[in-house]
């Protein structure tokens, strides 16, 4: 019952003389604000306290019981640490060992100027020693390798390289150093960026190479900054290739905004969707993170959790999953669907029990 009260709370849309009441009585500190954006944004606040309110009425049935029982056995594909040039969050033995204290089944380290599978061995001693001497099973940590300009871009060879590593599991494309994120979302127009597609929309030889050694190591191509039009023809040309496992990481975040039509078409490609971002101070979700509830209710089965946790300004990787969790059930997303995005489908993702 809670359940169904839920699931119409969240698709309650707000009536309209509501919103044109709002519109006239709250004032935006924007200037030059289009009515339009205005009703746009108030319609979005609007929803969210809507169902909100609701919350407080019909009670959510949460508590810290329910969230560490979803995080036990959790898997998730896509954790930035602390070993980049730059600030990160945590070092990556203290996520492995948090996620061990959390009882997750395993953990992916991505980072994003050298190959992190290069640390596994170690991150995986660390998981292990910690968790001998408190008497509980190791997170398995696994990792990869971006293909950035401090790896040579689109290079066989790295990749090659990196399967004497224990744990290698992962290729993402360019993130960084993508050629649409140089030139369209950091304006850097005289960066020209990595690409992957010729002029005529081809996938390049380079990357064919690469393909190939992800289809024969049986490893997971995953996207990177580039649009739907770009990430479409890589995971056509990696199917035919052979390739088994793929990943669309963050595709409602600006850089690498997809569609929902778009998602769905990749799935039918056999492409797994991560859900990313809830846990952040910035969640930047153009359409309003409502527009993510939908997303998983009608792509569940196709997801996995990549929470790209990590940054300065968020919590650590396993306060921002345990909020995700909370956000995911407060707004409708059922314990069955948070299994599957944060268990099942990650565990036959990575082929692992």
Excluded at 8 to 16: A, Q
Excluded at 261 to 269: H, N, P, V
């Amino acid at each position: 019952m809670m359940k169904q009260a839920l699931e119409e709370l969240v698709k309650t849309d707000v009536p309209s003389e509501r919103l044109d009441q709002l519109t006239e009585l709250v004032e935006i500190d924007l200037t030059n604000l289009d009515p339009g954006v205005k009703r746009h944004l108030l319609k979005q606040q609007l929803e969210m306290f809507q169902v909100e309110e609701g919350l407080y009425a019909i009670g959510t049935g949460i508590s810290d019981e329910v969230v560490d029982e979803l995080m036990e056995g959790s898997i998730d594909t896509h954790v930035h640490g602390g070993s980049e040039p730059f600030e990160r969050r945590e070092l990556e033995d203290d996520i492995a060992i948090d996620c061990t204290r959390a009882k997750m089944k395993a953990v992916v380290i991505k980072n994003w100027y050298h190959p992190s599978a290069s640390k596994i061995a170690l991150l995986q001693k660390a998981a292990d020693n910690w968790a001998e001497a408190n008497q509980l099973n190791p997170v398995q940590v696994f990792g990869g390798i971006t293909l950035n300009n401090s790896v040579g871009g689109l290079n066989p060879e790295a990749v090659i390289r990196c399967l004497g590593f224990p744990g290698f599991k992962y290729v993402w494309m360019p993130t960084t150093d993508s050629h649409y994120h140089q030139s369209n979302i950091l304006n850097r127009k005289k960066h020209t960026g990595i690409k992957y597609l010729s002029e005529k929309g081809q996938v390049v030889h380079q990357m064919k190479e690469i393909l190939h050694v992800i289809a024969d190591n049986n490893l997971v191509l995953a996207s990177g900054f580039y649009p739907y039009r770009e990430t479409a023809p890589l995971m056509e040309e990696a199917k035919r290739t052979g390739v088994k496992r793929m990943e669309l990481i963050h595709p409602t975040l600006m850089h690498t905004k997809h569609t929902l039509a778009e998602m769905k078409e990749l799935t039918q490609e056999g492409v797994k969707i991560g859900l990313t971002g809830i846990a952040s101070v910035n969640a930047r979700f153009i359409e309003g993170i409502r527009s993510v509830f939908k997303i998983i209710r009608e792509l569940s089965d196709y997801m996995v959790l990549g929470s790209s946790s990590g940054q300065i300004q968020n919590p650590t990787h396993i306060e921002g999953m345990k909020w995700m969790i909370r956000v995911l059930l407060s707004y409708g997303i059922t314990k069955e669907e948070v299994t599957k995005i944060f268990k099942t489908n990650p565990a036959a993702h990575l082929g692992i029990n």
